[in-house]
Each structure stands twice: as C-alpha cells, then as structure tokens.
C-alpha cells in the first residue's frame, strides 16, 4: 500500500536464475530490502568475490539502487561490500552483483539463498553542473577535512 504524500517508485525485476529471490523487507520501518546470493561460494580471509542475485532491474530515470552492507555479517563475520554503498544506475539491465570482502580471520561461506546485502532505493535529482570563477562565502569557508574538529 503507498503512503500518501511519499515519493514513489517502481523496481521491475527479471529473474535470471531459477534461486532468485525478489529483494524484500523484513519489517515496514526497514529503510533496506534484503537481497540473496544465487551462487555457493568460499571467500577467504582477506579475499573478495563477485557474488550474483540472479536477477537485473528495471526502473524510472532519476532513480538508483544502493546496494549496502548487513550490519550482522559486517559485526559477526567481518565480511562486508568492498564498493559501498555501490549503486545501480537507472538505465543498468545486467545482473546485479554484489562485491564482497572478507576481513575476517577464517574462510566465509556463502550459500544459494543466503541474505549478504541490503538494497535501498533512492531519488536523484537531475542536476546541471555549472563552472564559475568563485563560489558563495560560508562560515567554515576553505577548511578542508576536520577543519571543524573532533568533537
């Protein structure tokens, strides 16, 4: 059911493996959909690997997918995504996959139906990027990074 007044979006899924699951929410405060590995797969420690969802997306321009960590196997497992939060692009037909690493002390195994990341779907507004020869004035002015403290 829409929530009135909310931004809407439609993800159309094809499903490219007989394994695949459609991404879904566990709960309906859950910003992330769970998205599941199609593939059984060893990653060792301090190793990375491409792991599939079995499926490619669909969806409006000025809309994108990020594909973000599990906190529970970034915390339990050391295991987490190398590019985060990667996105996928409005007009990307492939199948979407997921680039694990393993930070781990011991080998982390990924098998078909295993949830090993979350998908969050966001709006992009369309920008024009425009080049000029000085930039408005603000209080923290030049300071670069940290330049507002630690605390």
């Known amino acids: ?3 009135t007044g909310l ?3 439609q993800i159309k899924f094809k499903l490219l493996h007989p394994k695949a699951v ?3 929410r566990k709960t309906p405060g859950s910003s992330g959909a769970d998205v599941y590995s199609v593939e059984d797969i060893k990653i060792p420690p301090g190793e990375v690997r491409l792991v599939g969802l079995g ?3 669909s969806m409006s321009e000025g809309v994108e997918i ?3 960590p599990r906190s529970g196997l970034a915390l339990q497992d050391n295991v987490t995504i190398l590019n985060t939060p990667a996105t996928i692009d409005s007009d990307y037909r492939s199948e979407v996959k997921v680039i694990l690493v393993n930070f781990g ?3 982390f195994h990924v098998a078909t139906g ?3 990341a979350q998908m969050v779907v966001n709006f992009i507004p ?3 990027f425009i080049e000029v020869d000085e930039l408005d004035i603000t209080d923290r002015g030049e300071g670069g990074f940290g330049s507002t403290g630690r605390n």
Request: a positive charge.
């Open 22 to 24: 459609i991404p879904c």
């Open 1 to 3: 059911m829409w929530s």
């Open 7 to 9: 931004p809407r979006a």
């Open 126 to 128: 369309r920008t024009k």
């Open 105 to 107: 002390k011991k080998d």
């Open 55 to 57: 499926f490619a997306v």
């Open 66 to 68: 990020q594909i973000r």
């Open 114 to 116: 295993d949830r090993i």
